[in-house]
């Protein structure tokens, strides 16, 4: 299985800051990976796939980059809205399962 | 506009049953691999089961193995979990969500979740 390693657990900021969260992978997924945003008491909700594409929708202060091992999920602005969990997923070996990594909890300062 | 709406959750004793449904709505159900991922409290999110369109292929996360059964019926768009011997530790939030192909496979789309408490 791939293992997901998510980094910081944690992190708290103003609004407006810049958020960096990355996320490593234990195998090459090529750009295979997806980032999930999960606010207090709702369902996860699929915010960038393969990667770097936004899914419809998604506000374009949020970003997605890397390859290989290495991604990261930016939110360039912070805003409120944007108190939430976020989660990268392998999207490259299926099946048998699309693993999360642990998460990266976001709050506002 | 695609809906997933689960539901069956409850309180469960240990070594109890139940059986989560989730109806699907606004797109070809049969035309997608689902999914159950769960939340247990304070957690994160770990995939339980994958059943492919047709239901041929199912696979499990190790820990339910052997408890839980995924099926489909796509005449009635329904998703379903049969969860057997039921621990403390499979208390959680029950989501389904549906698998997109787009060169990757990503879960694009879940429902609400429905809350499995076990406990005597």
């Known amino acids: 299985d791939i293992q997901m390693t998510q980094s910081p657990s944690s992190v708290s900021a103003s609004v407006g800051d810049r958020v960096t969260i990355t996320c490593r992978t234990s195998?090459?997924?090529?750009?295979?990976l997806a980032w999930f945003q999960q606010k207090p008491g709702k369902a996860p909700k699929l915010l960038i796939y393969?990667?770097?594409t936004l899914q419809s929708g998604v506000p374009s202060r949020f970003s997605g980059s890397g390859s290989g091992t290495d991604f990261t999920l930016t939110i360039s602005s912070l805003q409120p809205e944007d108190l939430a969990t976020y989660y990268c997923?392998?999207?490259?070996?299926?099946?048998?399962?699309?693993?999360f990594g642990g998460g990266t909890k976001v709050e506002i300062k | 506009e695609v809906q997933l709406v689960e539901s069956g959750g409850g309180l469960v004793q240990p070594g109890g049953s139940l059986r989560l449904s989730c109806a699907a709505s606004?797109?070809?159900?049969?035309?997608?691999?689902m999914s159950w991922v769960r939340q247990a409290p304070g957690q994160g999110l770990e995939w339980v089961a994958n059943?492919?369109?047709?239901?041929?292929?199912?696979y499990y996360v190790d820990s339910v193995k052997g408890r839980f059964t995924v099926s489909r019926d796509n005449a009635k768009n329904s998703l379903y979990l049969q969860m057997n011997t039921l621990r403390a530790e499979d208390t959680a939030v029950y989501y389904c969500?549906?698998?997109?192909?787009?060169?990757?496979?990503?879960?694009?789309?879940w429902g609400r979740g429905t809350l499995l408490t076990v406990s005597s």
């Open positions: 195998q090459d997924i090529s750009n295979w």
């Open positions: 969500a549906r698998i997109l192909y787009s060169g990757g496979y990503y879960r694009d789309y």
């Open positions: 606004g797109f070809t159900f049969s035309s997608y691999w």
């Open positions: 059943i492919k369109q047709d239901g041929s292929e199912k």
């Open positions: 393969a990667a770097s």
């Open positions: 997923q392998q999207a490259n070996s299926f099946p048998p399962g699309l693993t």
